[in-house]
């Protein structure tokens, strides 16, 4: 058990919908990173936030929009959903904003499929 | 940002030792080497990583060459449960963003 929790394990929902993603980090990681996995793409990062606000960006969609809480809470929120938007969506956190060392520690994901 | 290059599969019998190699030869002075890994149906779960000297934890041993330009991971008694996608990643210290890039990785079987 990493630590890090996320909700919901599993979600269905249909093309042109909207749903969030929610994770909440190791007690005392200031940093949230969302990673996208899907069977052609491999582990994508998406978005980072470091204690509320965006640190860094990836290949994260402008439909897909996250934010970090006050109580450092993440949620990762997909509008319009295509089919292609079916993937493994993971939360990881860490202590710091990153580099050096920068352990990750990893949810075990939410498995997001569009019909 | 420097990118490494693994092989795509390993084949160990249970408790015998592997070595996973990893090249990285564009690798910066400032690079960490993280070793992180992916059981099935997981998230990735971090295994190691060191700058310039050999590391060891529980998990593993992490042997770097001198001129830094590979590294291999070790497991000391391969198990069952170390079969795994192994990824090998390279990032910055103090670099702005803190996000890993994964590569593909190496599978590893185990055999009983």
């Known amino acids: 058990d990493s630590g890090v929790t996320q909700t919901p394990k599993h979600l269905i929902t249909a093309t042109g919908q909207r749903v969030t993603l929610r994770c909440s980090p190791r007690?005392?990681?200031?940093?949230v990173y969302w990673y996208q996995q899907s069977l052609d793409q491999g582990l994508q990062f998406l978005i980072q936030?470091?204690?509320?606000?965006?640190?860094a960006k990836g290949n994260i969609l402008e439909r897909f929009s996250a934010q970090q809480f006050p109580d450092l809470h993440s949620e990762l929120n997909l509008s319009s959903l295509e089919l292609g938007d079916s993937a493994l969506y993971f939360c990881?956190?860490?202590?710091?904003?990153?580099?050096?060392?920068?352990?990750?520690?990893f949810g075990p994901g939410t498995r997001l499929t569009v019909l | 940002d420097a990118k490494t290059t693994q092989p795509n599969s390993m084949e160990s019998n249970e408790e015998e030792p592997v070595h996973l190699p990893c090249n990285h030869s564009t690798i910066s002075g400032t690079d960490y080497i993280h070793w992180y890994r992916q059981l099935p149906s997981q998230g990735p779960e971090y295994v190691i990583h060191g700058l310039t000297s050999n590391v060891n934890n529980r998990m593993a041993s992490l042997a770097i060459a001198e001129d830094r330009k590979s590294s291999t991971l070790i497991l000391h008694r391969a198990t069952l449960r170390d079969a795994a996608v192994y990824y090998c990643?390279?990032?910055?210290?103090?670099?702005?963003?803190?996000?890993?890039?994964f590569g593909k990785g190496t599978k590893l079987s185990v055999k009983p």
């Open positions: 990643i390279l990032s910055a210290y103090g670099g702005s963003q803190g996000n890993l890039i």
């Open positions: 007690s005392g990681d200031l940093s």
């Open positions: 936030y470091y204690n509320g606000e965006e640190r």
């Open positions: 990881a956190s860490s202590v710091d904003r990153g580099g050096h060392g920068n352990t990750q520690y």
